[in-house]
T-cell receptor, first 109, second 113 residues
């Protein structure tokens, strides 16, 4: 089946690291993505990882993939107030993206 | 470089009416996908088009249709609108390669009353 799950809410202090988790069910996923959505806006592609990789780092972002457990995480280092948004993970299955329900990240001073 | 553009930004329709939403992809992208995002949920896949051919269809009723033009822009049509069609409609464009990174437009907010 196709299902992507995320925790709904995460609150962190400015300057700390944030870790957003995601689990998916379809083992045929080839790529997995992280998107950011700010209020009233479309989705911004942050990063992606190929399914045969276990880690990818891109500036403040680190993606970890545990393919055995079908678990994906996004770590944001030195979280800033501008990082406050909803974060979606998505898996690519054939020609479509399957999105999670999103995790709302709130950053407080 | 211009990103994905969508029009209109907002739209209010009444039940039973029909609506057409438009999307222009990033220059050089030949694939367009449409998603519906209901408030509080993640986007749900509706269609993907590549080179004017439908390449994928999500679990939506036949009231939803789309097409892609020779310049790779696309239209999404929804007939016989229901209250439950109220949502943010997102268009994404991509190169349609194996990685298929999809870049999203700002969306069209449709309200059905």
């Amino acid at each position: 089946g196709e299902d992507v799950e995320q925790s709904l809410f995460l609150s962190v202090r400015e300057g700390d690291s944030s870790v957003i988790n995601c689990t998916y069910t379809d083992s045929s996923s080839t790529y997995l993505y992280w998107y950011k959505q700010e209020p009233g806006a479309g989705l911004q592609l942050l990063t992606y990882i190929f399914s045969n990789m276990d880690m990818k780092q891109d500036q403040r972002l680190t993606v970890l993939l545990n393919k055995k457990d079908k678990h994906l995480s996004l770590r944001i280092a030195d979280t800033q107030t501008g990082d406050s948004a909803i974060y979606f993970c998505a898996e690519k299955v054939t020609d479509k993206l399957i999105f999670g329900t999103g995790t709302r990240l709130q950053v407080f001073p | 470089d211009a990103g994905v553009t969508q029009s209109p930004t907002h739209l209010i329709k009444t039940r039973g009416q029909q609506v057409t939403l438009r999307c222009s992809p990033i220059s050089g992208h030949k694939s367009v996908s449409w998603y519906q995002q209901v408030l509080g949920q993640g986007p749900q896949f509706i269609f993907q088009y590549y080179e004017k051919e439908e390449r994928g269809r999500g679990n939506f009723p036949d009231r939803f249709s789309a097409r892609q033009f020779p310049n790779y822009s696309s239209e999404l049509n929804v007939n016989a609108l229901l209250l439950g069609d109220s949502a943010l409609y997102l268009c994404a464009s991509s190169l349609f390669n194996s990685r298929d990174e999809q870049y999203f437009g700002p969306g069209t907010r449709l309200t059905v009353t």
